[in-house]
């Protein structure tokens, strides 16, 4: 998916003041001249403009904004509140009154021909503009939003012309006002300056900042033009012709706009009509379209979501809820979450930690304890100094996972439409929050979970994750981890194109992979996938690409690798079932040709290329185990073994490997193991060839360790010619070795190296003396099948039992 940047409302997330004053600048009147010429004095915003419009510059996502915008708006009561945001967003504003939107919420705007190409506008409870929204529709007010259309942002191409030199010092650099401010204020951390002059203000009246944020942002904007963002000067013109419009409308008076701070100094700035059109002349233009998608905290947070994101949506949250006492109700909060999670919180430590805060505060010299303050209260007092249950609150509470919501009425392509129906009627409600989801394919309701979790995986709708859990290798269950994120509803919309529904979109999108396909592994894959997301109608047109491709393919490894997806599709037709008989026969026609060719294949293969046909050899003979009916292959598969054990050109790994395979299966007897072991290991033999055989013998995840504990025969070979290996030859083989046996686990590790210290038992019986404990001579089955219906029961296979 290829996807534009979220614009930022402005070149940073938060414009900020200095309070001074409690005043709001006012524009004057203006003549809507078309003259050309342009004045580019700049009023003083320190005393206001009296009858004009009111303008709050405020800071996307700032609460302490969000509280000011609501105040100055209840004290001005305007009747139209313009808003920056794409302008095709009025047609939407009505859904942010209904009762079903909860916000963290976006405006998501695509383009129609790309809906990868997209862009979002998000906004918080606490967000500056959602307050303006809300406080409008619940007083009959207008709303309008005045930035530059989306059909603009979206068409445009050139990744230059958010870039660009002008009177920024060392040329197109970009500046980030919040951090200029705290930097002239003495502060070397913008957010703790935010919070320091508005967020923890104690002065009562939220509406003080406006009047100095303008005159701060007039005066960066003189230093520094547009700050590095050419395409700001844009946007405004936008912005000024359409304040315009509504002072024409509905009066000086009666208009007040919300936007980012630094937009301020150029609204409240003398242009004539002529020369803002001049700006926006020639634009590109592309066909969007637009609609409202839940977003999420953990998305608005700098570090994991868009560019102009802020460090602590959560607990900006809380700011701006609590009615009073937030240092109080947020550690109450905090001692919530930790109980919950086992950790022994007390109310003595809330208040020991509230008092920590509020003396950290003092001590740094701060009006009130911030985030700062907090965190370190709660990590000393409630964490016990533990930065372990700390990252849990940071997570939990600080960022937070909290999803909105959007009405069921919201504009949505049909494919959403059907995605969200087959949710509700499933019971699989999209959460921010990681979960794991086990399923029992036995189960209708599961079943179907399954097929539209894979559905949606074939399409690119990332919303789950297959995951090791109770399922294992077997086909009965499966475990999914599941999380929603706000660009799955682009990734939705792009998947729109295949289909209206989940299942018909899939099934074109599968035919069309399986036309495009042009490795067989690939064509395979597809097939698991539509068994997996039953698509019956596509199947038809992947078994004849899967036909087609496998005649012409003569490359064995090609082959190899393309067998286990066809087993695994096999076995889970046969729990879902689906019809695999043609799948079988073309399964079956692969053995045949991998078994004629894997041999020669094998002969004069360097290190690299030994180690690939390694894992191809491993995942055939798992793979043929798996097909139904396949005991003639099996038997043809385990001459190819032999033929590849006793060869000599052969590398030593494959002929390792051949012989461990051999040995599990019960193909040869112990004695016959040793035969070859001694044989590959016998003086005549380089030692890299006998690292190599030890290495594909008992080297991997195959548990060649626990064979080597249990027949000390076989220990007895390795040691015996480990310690003959030339001393000019050890150095050689030394990484190989090492690489074999660090793969065990560490309690077989020791015990080999106890064995090999007490010295193994050569010549003996081909099992571990009777002495050693712990092991007996022979095999016990009595007491191996006492575990089986264990085993049934964690592997869910009672029925068959």
Not at 55 to 76: D, K, M
Not at 200 to 208: E, K, M, N, V
Not at 657 to 682: H, K, T, V
């Amino acid at each position: 998916m290829t996807s534009t940047p979220t614009p930022s409302p402005s070149p940073t997330s938060a414009s900020t003041p200095t309070p001074t004053s409690a005043s709001t600048p006012r524009l004057p009147s203006t003549s809507t001249s078309t003259s050309t010429s342009t004045s580019t004095s700049t009023p003083s915003p320190a005393h206001g403009f009296p009858g004009g419009p009111l303008v709050l510059g405020v800071r996307h996502h700032g609460p302490g904004s969000a509280r000011g915008v609501r105040a100055a708006l209840e004290a001005a009561r305007p009747a139209v509140v313009l808003v920056e945001g794409p302008a095709e967003a009025d047609a939407l504003v009505a859904l942010a009154g209904d009762p079903d939107m909860r916000p963290p919420v976006a405006l998501l705007a695509h383009a129609v021909d790309d809906p990868g190409r997209a862009s979002f506008w998000p906004m918080a409870a606490f967000s500056p503009e959602w307050v303006a929204i809300r406080w409008a529709l619940d007083r009959g007010a207008a709303v309008r939003f005045i930035d530059l259309p989306a059909t603009h942002t979206l068409a445009a191409s050139d990744p230059t012309w958010d870039d660009g030199e002008d009177e920024v010092s060392g040329g197109g650099l970009r500046i980030d006002p919040v951090a200029e401010l705290a930097r002239a204020g003495g502060y070397e951390d913008a957010e703790r300056w935010w919070e320091d002059v508005v967020e923890l203000r104690g002065d009562g009246d939220p509406t003080a900042p406006f009047e100095a944020l303008a005159e701060a942002m007039g005066a960066l904007r003189e230093a520094y033009g547009h700050g590095g963002h050419p395409r700001d000067l844009v946007r405004e013109a936008h912005m000024r012709i359409q304040l315009r419009a509504a002072r024409k409308e509905f009066g000086d008076d009666a208009v007040a706009v919300v936007c980012g701070a630094w937009h301020v100094p150029a609204l409240t700035r003398r242009t004539t009509v002529a020369a803002d059109r001049a700006l926006l002349k020639g634009l590109p233009k592309v066909k969007t379209e637009m609609t409202w998608v839940p977003w999420t905290h953990r998305r608005l947070a700098r570090r994991s979501g868009y560019g102009a994101g802020i460090d602590a949506p959560g607990w900006y949250a809380h700011l701006f809820a609590a009615p009073d006492r937030p240092v109080e109700r947020w550690m109450t909060r905090v001692a919530g979450l930790l109980r919950a999670e086992d950790h022994l919180v007390s109310s003595a430590h809330v208040i020991e930690a509230v008092r920590l805060a509020e003396t950290l505060a003092a001590l740094r010299g701060r009006p009130l304890p911030g985030l700062d303050e907090t965190t370190d209260a709660v990590r000393a007092v409630l964490c016990e100094g533990s930065d372990v249950p700390l990252d849990l609150v940071r997570d939990r509470l600080v960022v937070g996972d909290v999803l909105g919501e959007v009405p069921a009425g919201a504009p949505a392509v049909p494919l959403q439409r059907d995605l969200a129906r087959r949710q509700r009627t499933l019971r699989l409600k999209p959460e921010a929050g990681e979960r794991d989801l086990e399923l029992d394919l036995r189960k209708d309701m599961d079943g179907e979970r399954s097929r539209l979790l894979h559905r949606l995986r074939l399409l690119g709708v990332g919303w789950g994750e297959r995951a090791t859990g109770r399922s294992g290798t077997g086909t009965f269950r499966e475990t999914w981890r599941l999380r929603w994120e706000p660009e799955l509803h682009v990734q939705v919309a792009e998947a729109g194109v295949w289909g209206t529904t989940v299942e018909a979109a899939a099934t074109a999108r599968a035919r069309s992979r399986a036309l495009g396909a042009t490795a067989l592994a690939d064509i395979t894959a597809l097939a698991e996938q539509c068994l997996l997301a039953g698509l019956a109608d596509a199947l038809p047109v992947v078994m004849r690409a899967l036909a087609d491709r496998a005649a012409l393919d003569t490359d064995v490894a090609h082959l190899a690798q393309a067998l286990p997806a066809l087993a695994r599709s096999l076995r889970y037709g046969d729990v879902r079932g689906t019809e695999t008989a043609a799948l079988a026969e073309v399964a079956a026609g692969l053995a045949e040709r991998i078994c004629v060719g894997l041999p020669p294949a094998c002969a004069g293969l360097d290190a690299d290329a030994a180690a690939a046909m390694r894992e191809r050899i491993d995942e055939v003979h798992q793979a043929l185990g798996l097909l139904p009916g396949a005991a003639e292959l099996t038997e043809r598969w385990a001459g190819v073994l032999r033929r590849l054990a006793d060869r000599d050109r052969i590398p030593g790994i494959l002929r390792g490997r051949a012989a461990r395979l051999l040995l599990d299966e019960g193909r040869i007897a112990d004695d016959a193991a040793a035969l070859l072991m001694s044989r590959a290991l016998s003086p005549g033999t380089p030692p890299p060839d006998a690292a190599a055989w030890i290495d594909g013998f008992v080297g991997g995840a195959s548990g060649g360790g626990l064979l080597l504990v249990h027949d000390e025969r076989l220990l007895g070979l390795v040691d015996d010619w480990l310690t003959g290996v030339p001393a000019e030859a050890f150095t050689d083989v030394l990484p190989l070795l090492r690489r074999t046996f660090s793969g065990y686990e560490p309690g077989v590790r020791r015990t080999l190296g106890e064995l090999v210290a007490r010295g193994p038992k050569a010549g003996g019986s081909g099992h571990s003396a009777p002495g050693v404990p712990g092991f007996a001579p022979t095999l016990d089955r009595e007491r191996a099948d006492a575990v089986l219906p264990l085993l049934h029961l964690v592997l869910g296979t009672e029925a068959l039992a």
